[in-house]
């Protein structure tokens, strides 16, 4: 049973290019969490998202930043316009499905990583 | 005050030794709270869950809540050189969905 799978896992972007990184999550799972752990720096929630739907983006950037998580193919964080400041570490972790009643019990389990370093 | 917090350490103790590891929530509501080893360079991988408060065994670690004192901790039980990391402690808080907060982390060393 393949684990949470990210890639690329390390990408290296010049100021103002563009970074896609994406996130495939373990089977049966259906939400996808994005967290950014700057050098360090403890691990920060960006969003979280099911198929087709963004639950919370309360920890994204307001701006460049964008997530989807299409019906087919993996989850991708979307960052434009890179600044050196968005040098960091992007994990992506995935949960299953919420049953009723589990109060948020469900664990996340953590994909390896893209460690994005911009230029 | 932070939501969740952790002394950052680094704590060190000899093999062999009982590691113990930190964490105060502010957030009275928090439902779940989860333990991750992060060794450096890597991603954070699960060791602990606990839901209800008192103690939890797994192996040589237990975990420990107290939801009373919005504390939470972490035992290593005869403490190995491959313990070595940082512990982050992780907290799903009251209607916040399933996002969660994670401490600064504790750096543990354990010293052969």
């Known amino acids: 049973n393949a684990g949470v799978m990210q890639n690329p896992r390390h990408l290296v972007r010049r100021r103002g290019q563009e970074a896609r990184l994406r996130c495939s999550p373990m089977k049966g799972h259906s939400h996808v969490y994005w967290y950014r752990q700057l050098p360090e720096e403890g691990l920060k929630f960006m969003v979280y998202l099911q198929k087709e739907n963004i639950i919370d983006e309360s920890g994204m950037p307001k701006e460049r930043f964008s997530a989807e998580f299409p019906k087919e193919g993996p989850s991708i964080l979307r960052i434009q316009q890179v600044v050196r400041g968005d040098s960091a570490a992007y994990f992506c972790?995935?949960?299953?499905?919420?049953?009723?009643?589990?109060?948020?019990?469900?664990?996340?389990?953590f994909g390896p990583g893209t460690r994005l370093l911009v230029l | 005050q932070k939501e969740v917090e952790q002394n950052s350490g680094p704590l060190s103790v000899p093999e062999g030794a009982i590691a113990s590891l930190n964490c105060t929530y502010s957030d009275r509501g928090s439902q779940s709270f989860f333990w991750y080893r992060q060794y450096s360079g890597k991603s954070p991988e699960l060791i602990m869950s606990i839901y209800s408060n008192g103690d939890k065994e797994d192996g040589r670690f237990t975990a420990q809540l107290n939801k009373a004192s919005q504390y939470v901790s972490l035992l290593i039980r005869d403490s190995q050189p491959s313990d070595s990391a940082t512990y982050l402690c992780a907290v799903n808080m009251a209607n916040q969905g399933g996002k969660l907060i994670f401490g600064q982390g504790t750096e543990l060393s354990v010293k052969p």
């Open positions: 972790a995935s949960s299953p499905p919420r049953t009723s009643g589990s109060l948020g019990q469900e664990t996340q389990y």
